[in-house]
């Protein structure tokens, strides 16, 4: 199984969900997939949601200025096993707002399945809308 590690990360715009994908040969699937996230935050509310366009994300935006921070740990299973699906889950903590005014604290969870057996050797971390300004991240690959 594999562990990314992000530490920081930053979008082009302000309050963009992180989300990851896999794939086969530089391909990434843009569906199949069975997704499902929750959140709380700072003010007390919650919120959760599904999707089938990624494995797993985070929900709630990611603040787009160098004092946003989001600390995200991603967790694959099954990426090489062509008899088995790969499955996903993530925790993390990160801030929305604006550069003056960072007033949302985001944490939660996610999990997902990609629903096909079939054999994955790459991984896409996104936005779900404009581009990764600057990222810090560490893949590792364990044995289980």
Same mark, same amino acid.
């Given at each position: 199984?594999?562990?990314?590690?992000?530490?920081?990360?930053?979008?082009?715009?302000?309050?963009?969900?992180?989300?990851?994908?896999?794939?086969?040969?530089?391909?990434?699937?843009?569906?199949?997939?069975?997704?499902?996230?929750?959140?709380?935050?700072?003010?007390?509310?919650? *919120?959760? /949601?599904?999707? +089938?366009?990624?494995?797993?994300?985070?929900?709630?935006?990611?603040? !787009?200025? %160098? =004092?946003? $921070?989001?600390?995200?740990?991603?967790?694959?299973?099954?990426?090489? *096993?062509? /008899?088995?699906? +790969?499955?996903?889950?993530?925790?993390?903590?990160?801030?929305?707002? !604006?550069? %003056? =005014?960072? $007033?949302?604290?985001?944490?939660?969870?996610?999990?997902?399945?990609?629903?096909?057996?079939?054999?994955?050797?790459?991984?896409?971390?996104?936005?779900?809308?404009?581009?990764?300004?600057?990222?810090?991240?560490?893949?590792?690959?364990?044995?289980?």
């Amino acid at each position: 199984y594999y562990k990314v590690l992000i530490s920081s990360v930053q979008p082009t715009s302000q309050g963009q969900n992180l989300r990851l994908r896999v794939g086969t040969g530089g391909s990434f699937a843009t569906s199949g997939y069975l997704t499902e996230a929750h959140r709380s935050y700072y003010s007390g509310g919650t *919120d959760r /949601g599904s999707a +089938t366009d990624h494995l797993v994300g985070i929900r709630g935006g990611i603040e !787009d200025s %160098s =004092n946003g $921070n989001a600390n995200v740990e991603y967790t694959l299973n099954n990426m090489y *096993d062509s /008899g088995r699906k +790969t499955t996903g889950i993530a925790i993390g903590c990160h801030i929305d707002g !604006d550069d %003056s =005014n960072p $007033n949302q604290v985001n944490q939660g969870t996610g999990a997902g399945i990609y629903n096909s057996n079939s054999s994955q050797d790459s991984i896409r971390l996104y936005f779900n809308n404009g581009n990764i300004t600057n990222m810090s991240a560490t893949l590792y690959g364990l044995k289980g």
